[in-house]
């Protein structure tokens, strides 16, 4: 079995797409909500999640506006999180690049021309030319947007692809077929326990991370390690002794943790 992420273009049946091959190779398919479902489950609270519903009105606005370090830290706990079962199709979320450095996911990237990819909407969905474009023009700069700010990343980076289809010239069952054809070939093997132990250790990594974001700590003052699974270990500064304890309790309240390590000493500072 493989690992696939699809990103896409809207109007361009990506989801379509995704949902045939996950069908084909009897994988799980991580949409929204699958994430959103797998996110709960490890103990993150309904109220943190909304990035996890890319239709949200001023998703985006919010994320440049408040903590996108954050939401990135989430996002990508619960990436490592499945990816490390080795096998599913993942929607989007920035997933090409936070599995970038796995050789055994296969990244895929569906696109097509403006043309292409309005007439489309407005053929599904019954839309006037005027309300397509802007849909298609609002998802794009919303894509960029999360892309350069949040991940930091060209979207557009053929070096974060192995395959890149264009629907302009393939149909949806074609697009499916690249895809499955290539999770089934000798070259995409599975992940291996190694890889996967690492991303398990990286997903509770970005966990402690977003926990002490979320609870105010300054997390350039220390250090955070996963050096085994379940296993945290933290050094350096936090401003007071009160903070130590205080960070104690955040990290070991998450539920993946294990046990945990601290070698921290207190600046007895006050304020920034």
């Known amino acids: 079995m493989a690992l696939i992420t699809i990103s896409r273009q809207k109007g361009c049946g990506g989801i379509e797409i995704a949902e045939m091959v996950a069908k084909e190779l009897a994988i799980e398919l991580y949409d929204d909500a699958k994430l959103r479902e797998e996110a709960l489950r490890l103990g993150l609270k309904a109220d943190e999640l909304k ?5 949200a009105p001023g998703l985006f606005d919010r994320l440049l506006r408040n903590q996108p370090r954050l939401y990135l830290d989430l996002m990508a706990s619960v990436i490592y999180e499945v990816a490390k079962r080795c ?30 990819r309005i007439a489309r909407l407005m053929e599904q969905q019954r839309l006037s030319r005027e309300v397509a474009e802007k849909l298609i023009s609002k998802s794009d700069n919303k894509r960029e947007t999360y892309s350069r700010h949040v991940l930091h990343e ?3 980076n053929p070096s974060l692809y192995d395959i890149i289809i264009n629907r302009d010239k393939m149909s949806l069952d074609a697009a499916a077929r690249i895809i499955i054809e290539a ?8 992940i291996g326990s190694k890889a996967a132990e690492t991303m398990e250790k990286l997903a509770l990594l970005k966990r402690v991370e977003a926990e002490a974001l979320k609870n105010n ?11 085994e699974r379940g296993i945290v270990h933290i050094w350096g500064y936090t401003k007071t002794q009160e903070e130590i304890v205080r960070l104690k309790n955040v990290v070991e309240q998450i539920p993946t943790v294990l046990s945990a390590k601290y070698d921290v000493a207190a600046m007895n500072i006050d304020g920034d």
């Open 154 to 156: 060209d979207w557009n």
């Open 183 to 190: 999770a089934r070939s000798e070259e995409i093997a599975n």
């Open 217 to 227: 700590f300054n997390i350039n003052l220390f250090h955070i390690e996963v050096p």
């Open 51 to 55: 990035g996890f519903d890319t239709k």
């Open 87 to 116: 096998h599913g199709v993942i929607i989007g979320h920035g997933s090409q690049k936070l599995l970038r450095d796995f050789d055994s996911a296969l990244h895929v990237h569906i696109y097509g021309s403006p043309k292409k």
